[in-house]
């Protein structure tokens, strides 16, 4: 079965989508991810004293996140020309 389903994904990850297609999936997984960051800035939690405390953005991992995908963009645009 995990051989079926790996299969599968790399197949499904070979299919060139169309402009539309790729437009409506931006914006429908776009929405939905920014929809669920809302949310879950607003989660609150059991704390490791037994309180409850809101969940804290992790700002380090934010800031990886920024600098890998810059390096991405910076790798990518010699391909573009």
């Known amino acids: 079965a995990a051989a079926e389903l790996g299969l599968f994904l790399q197949t499904l990850a070979m299919i060139k989508l169309g402009q539309r297609t790729s437009v409506v999936g931006l914006l429908i997984f776009g929405t939905a991810c ?3 960051a809302k949310v879950i800035y607003y989660v609150e939690g059991p704390s490791m004293h037994g309180g409850v405390v809101k969940f804290e ?7 990886a ?3 890998g995908m810059s390096f991405c963009v910076v790798l990518d ?3 573009r020309g």
């Not at 953005?57 to 800031?63: A, E, G, Q, T």
């Open 57 to 63: 953005k992790p700002w380090f991992s934010v800031l």
């Open 65 to 67: 996140m920024f600098v």
């Open 77 to 79: 645009m010699p391909r």
């Open 34 to 36: 920014s929809l669920l």
